[in-house]
């Protein structure tokens, strides 16, 4: 699980990015309280990796009052748009290394 370019283009030209500047620290908080639950149902010896994080925040995402708004005012159906904005949220939070 990745947010690459194409999926990037598609959540900013939904209202995505202005649905996370809206309240960016609770999704700061979201994406944090995510990571340090994945820590404790990640098997000892073993690293959280992204997309562990990235399951955590779309169930939040979910039920999230503020993304059913959303994507009820711009009718987006797919159910895609939730793994696709936590996947945001946590690339806001975390952001990727640059490639060399």
Known sequence: ??????????LTGKGFDKLYASDPAKYKEMAHKALEYSKTCVPTGEKVRIGDVVSVIQNAVRILPSFEAHIKAKKLTQKYWQLWFAEYILEQVFPQPDLK
Do not use: A
């Not at 699980?1 to 598609?10: F, G, I, Q, V």
């Open 1 to 10: 699980m990745s947010l690459d370019t194409e999926k990037l283009h598609r």
